[in-house]
Structures are given as C-alpha cells and as structure tokens.
C-alpha cells in the first residue's frame, strides 16, 4: 500500500472518497492527479508538492525530519506548470493563464507568468513586479544561481524596444528584492543561458523568415556567433551547459538526416566529441545546470546514461530496488543523495518516492491517483503489428480488467501532436475508458516522433492517408486474433488525434461506429493560416511537410480536411473544444458542427468555458472523460 502521505491528505481533502465498487467511478480517473509533482530542496531538508484535490490545486510543504507542515498554499484554479526550490527557504512556482496583450500582435496565448514564495514566511509575490519589463509574463522556468554568497534567479521576460518585443534576461535578488536588467534581447532571441556562477554565457536567435538560427557567446563583455545554421525547418536548439560552466551544448540534425548533441565553449579548450540521439533523448542535469548525463526511451525501456561511473552505479542500485517497476527520476538534491523518483507498476497507480543514499532506505511520499487502487488499473502492455504497406507499427493495447480478451469493443485511441509519441506512461485516459469495458489501442502511427527519423519522416506528407490507415490497420489485426470484434470500434482523439477521429469518420469510412473529436483540427487551410500568424513562414513549412501541399491553396488540403467532406460522414460525431484553446482555435470544432448539421448528420458539440489544449482544468478534464465515455455507449455499448 502505497498510502499517501497525511499531511497532504489533509491539505487536499474534499474529493477523494472511493467507491467500493469492482470499478472505480469515472471521477477517479478524470480529475486532476492527487499529487502533480515534487521537489526536494536543495539541501534535502523539506519537499514540496502541487498537490489537488482533483480540481483544486495546492502547494505544500513539508520537513522531511519531523514531517511537520511548513506551508500550504492554496492556488485555486491557478494552472501551476512548475515548482522548483531555488534554495532551501524559497519556491519558484510557474504558472500560466489564457490571456490577450494588446501591446502584442495575436496576443491571445498561454501566457506564464512566475512567482516567489518564502516558505518561512508564508509569503509568495509575482516574480516581476519592480522590474524594467514591459510585462509580467515570463518564458520558461528561471534557473536559480548562488552569486556572492546571494541566491539569484534569472527569468527570461520581455522588453519593448521601437515596435519590437524582446526576450531579455532578467536578474532577481532574493534578499532585497531588486530585480534588474542583465542583458537586453536581439530583435530574434529565443533563449538565454546563465552559468553556475550566475554569468551570461549564451543566447540562441532564430528568424522564422529566413530560416536563420545563432548561437552567440559571451566573451569579455561582447557577444559572438559560435554557431549560424540556415534552418528553415528543423532548427537546432541551445539544450544548456555541458559538463563545466563554459561549455554550451546544442542539438541539431546532420545533413545525412542524424541528430547530435554538439558542444561549443567559452574558454579555449577543445569541446569534446559530439553525443549521437537516440530515441527520446532528453538531458539529465544537476541542480546548478551543469550536464551530467542523458535519458532516452527505447521502445518501452527507460534508459540513463550518466558521465560519471559512481552516478550510473548509483542508479542502477535505486531502479533494482523496485523489480518489475518503471522508475523515473524525478528531481535530487543538491549532493544527489537524496533522490526523488516516480514509480509506475504494472498493476498500481504511480507513486513519489524518496531514495536516501545515506541511510540506505526509501519511503512513499504519495500516489498520483490515490483514489485509484490495485484493482482499478487495467492491464496495458505494448502492441506491435505491421501496416499495409509493411511498416512495423508500435504502440499499446489496454485490456478492461476482468473480461476475456475475445470480442472485445474496442476505442482507438491516437494520440495527438502528430511529431510525438504514446510512452509506457500510465494514461489515465485510456485508463478510464478501459474501465468501462473496453479495450483501447493506442497506435505510434507513421510521423510519430521518438521512434527514430525513418519512422517520423515515413509519416511526411500523409496526414488523411496512411497516418489514418495505420490506426485502422490496428483494428483489423485486433479482429483477425480474435480480440476485438470490428463491428464494435470507436474512435477517440485529442489535437491531432482529435483530427485523426473526424478522418476516421469522414475520409477512412467503414472502421467507426462513432468517432470523438476533442480539440480537433477539421480545418487544414485554417490550421495553417492560425499557425502563420503565431509562428511565421515556419508554420507553413511545417504543416505542408506533413500534409504534403505546396502550397495553402493546394487542393490536397480540402481533399483531407474533415470540414470539407462532412456529407461523407458515416458515424455519429461528438466535438468537445475549449473556449481558451490557444493552439487549435474552437471554430475549427464550431465549423465543424455548422457543415455537419448542413448535411443532416448526427453529432454533439460542447463547448468549454476556460478550457485550454491540455486540459489543464480539473473540471473540464472530468467533463471531457464523462462526455465521451456516455457518447461512445450510447452508439457502442461495452455489452
């Protein structure tokens, strides 16, 4: 039993009662996890959870010696992105909000915004207020320097320069309170990077026109180009420090079509030989940034590869002490002998743990879901096959518990993006259909990132086309082993998966018998013009790369946009779409229902007030859950 910690029970009390029932009530699975995440403070003394009580969210704090309560703090509706300590008497907490700026041509976004919180005192403030900013809003998460014996945090927010807004770089003094300019933007920075010292060391530039990337140094006082890439598509990424504070390593794809990490340095030392990318790969740092290794997700197996012999030892030890278990590093402090982890059984919930080195123990700090329990999970197990075309295929089939996998209903379930992934992660989503009675595939179809460029570049240029069969490909060998039965399939999507579900009732008929669209693209031509004036002539790259058009007026746009071709339906359509959707706008869901209601076929539209693209809210996200499980067994009842 994997019991959550009191403390935090009691903090996010209120919505937690669990039904004796075999199954779990929907509610169980559609409200915000009961823990979002932790943090550890530097010197290991205290954690730090955004914890909730399945719609509202809380920070709490508690001292990890005598497990008293140093704070809670209530944030409401606040759509907390991030907590991290930046020392052990103080939080940086992001946060974002939907938002118009008028200074800001298409300022309707997701904004961030960031603030301080001085657990003693129980005192938090917007982290730029008495600053030279032009706004609150902040990018990305600050990172937190020692300076002259002074805790320091550097966020990236903007400065008005003529009709320009910049990113600059901004500096916080946590004693006094003074926030200054450290360095002005470029009229094209991206990103910045300060060193463990709390130095600039690096900015990266791109002109989304040109297609023009820069990575610039500083060096005595004055910027130069390290790096210059012409990069209309694909452009490199400044990832952070290497593995001293004047190294600066950057991402990028090779001419012959690999990625590699390469380095470039402040000092005059020969940077070291460049890291090949595998799957996934994502950096793994220590507290003051410097680079320590890296992780990458191969096929379903969890994979870190630390510099240091005495960190890879270490980790091995903490993953053999939970057989069978996925354990992901979560955060650690600042020695890295305290370690936090999250781990996901087979057959439980995914649970936080604390990892001592010194005392050589571990203990639960608490389940994501705790009103989840073993007998709610339902079994989820990797899934391969082969596309019409031979393209191997993976992905994940969910079995309900309970029930002989023979004749099954089944949910497709495609995930959004397209350039990502479905993980061994646990998904409360599948879960929650699953626990309904049915089975759910989710299928990593063509154009799915992670899985190395052959797989992600066979999916250019066949958005409506094979991306869609791929998922259909899936039902048919479901039914031809005899674990589903293909007259009882539905399709279930959000993003891209939600495009995904409008095709597999419009453009690949004959697989459906009903087909959920959450925060769906029906729309091409539109998708493209929003992403144009958000992101530039980069939007219209990327979007025909996949589509295949030359052009916005190609008409194989029209030909694979659901919008178009709404008289071809042949099953009831449900359109779920929020209001505050910054990255697929709602009228491509309310268009949508115009064209299907112009052409007599059945569907349902809800529309979310203070939605957004990922469901951040605790409401909406349950209401997204309940909408679409009673519209799929009202057209495919699980018995």
């Known amino acids: 039993m994997r019991s959550i910690l009191a403390w935090v029970a009691c903090a996010a009390a209120g919505l937690l009662a669990v039904t004796p029932a075999a199954a779990a009530p929907l509610e169980a699975y559609g409200r915000l996890p009961t823990i979002e995440s932790v943090a550890i403070s530097p010197s290991g003394h205290a954690v730090a959870m955004v914890a909730t009580n399945g719609e509202q969210r809380i920070i709490a704090v508690q001292d990890l010696a005598t497990k008293a309560s140093l704070l809670n703090g209530y944030t409401g509706d606040e759509k907390v992105r ?7 008497r103080r939080l940086i907490l992001v946060s974002s909000r939907t938002s118009t700026s008028f200074e800001i041509l298409n300022g309707n976004r997701e904004w961030f915004f960031g603030s301080l919180v001085d657990v003693p005192a129980k005192k938090m403030s917007p982290m730029m207020r008495n600053s030279k900013s032009d706004f609150q809003m902040i990018f990305g998460l600050p990172a937190a320097r020692t300076r002259a014996g002074k805790t320091m945090v550097f966020p990236e927010a903007i400065l008005i320069k003529g009709d320009r807004a910049r990113i600059s770089l901004f500096g916080i003094d946590l004693d006094n309170g003074t926030n200054r300019l450290v360095s002005e933007g470029a009229p094209d920075t991206r990103n910045w990077l300060v060193d463990t010292d709390g130095e600039v060391l690096a900015r990266e530039q791109y002109n989304s026109g040109s297609g023009l990337w820069v990575l610039q140094l500083r060096r005595g006082g004055l910027w130069t180009d390290a790096v210059r890439v012409s990069a209309p598509l694909d452009p490199p990424r400044m990832l952070g420090m290497g593995r001293d504070k004047d190294s600066v390593i950057y991402g990028i794809r090779t001419d012959d079509g690999r990625s590699e990490w390469r380095e470039v340095r402040r000092d005059d030392n020969a940077p070291v030989a460049p890291i090949p990318v595998g799957p996934a790969q994502s950096s793994i740092r220590a507290r003051d940034g410097l680079l320590l290794g890296y992780y990458n997700l191969v096929g379903d197996e969890d994979v870190y590869t630390f510099f240091d012999p005495e960190d890879q030892r270490v980790w091995r030890a903490v993953t053999a002490a939970y057989p069978g278990q996925r354990v992901v590093l979560h955060d650690w402090t600042a020695d890295r002998r305290k370690i936090v982890v999250l781990v996901e059984s087979p057959s439980e919930a995914p649970a936080f743990a604390l990892v001592d080195l ?53 949910i497709v379930f495609p995930h959004g993006g397209p350039a990502v992934r479905d993980t061994p992660d646990f998904d409360w989503w599948a879960q929650g259909m699953a626990s309904r009675g049915y089975a759910v595939l989710q299928v990593n179809y063509r154009g799915s990132d992670g899985l190395g460029s052959r797989h992600l570049e066979a999916g250019y240029g066949e958005w409506g086309r094979k991306m869609q069969t791929d998922l259909s490909d899936g039902v048919r060998r479901l039914a031809a082993l005899g674990v589903i039965d293909p007259a009882r399939v539905c399709i279930v999507g959000a993003s891209y998966g939600g495009y995904a579900a409008l095709a597999g009732a419009t453009l690949d008929r004959g697989v459906y018998r009903c087909a959920v669209s959450v925060a769906g693209v029906s729309d091409l031509s539109g998708l493209i013009g929003f992403g144009v004036g958000r992101s530039g002539p980069a939007a219209t790259r990327y979007w025909t790369r996949f589509i295949g058009a030359e052009s916005r007026d190609d008409p194989v746009i029209a030909r694979y946009s659901p919008l178009h071709l709404a008289s071809a339906a042949d099953a009831p359509i449900l359109l779920i779409h929020g209001k505050d959707d910054t990255v697929v706008p709602a009228d491509q869901s309310q268009r949508m229902a115009e064209a299907l209601s112009k052409a007599g076929k059945p569907h349902e539209l809800i529309l979310q007030k203070g939605a957004d693209h990922w469901l951040s809210r605790g409401d909406t996200r349950l209401e997204t859950l309940t909408a679409t499980m009673a519209f799929v067994e009202k057209h495919n009842p699980p018995h």
């Open 358 to 410: 010194e005392t050589r123990s571990a203990r639960w700090l608490g389940e994501q879901f705790a009103s989840l329990k073993a007998n709610d999970i339902s079994d989820r197990k990797p899934f391969r096959f082969k596309a019409a075309d031979g393209l191997d295929l993976p992905g994940y089939l969910t079995l309900p518990r309970g029930r002989e996998p023979k004749g099954l209903p089944l």
């Open 82 to 88: 991030g907590v991290q300590w930046a020392d052990d």
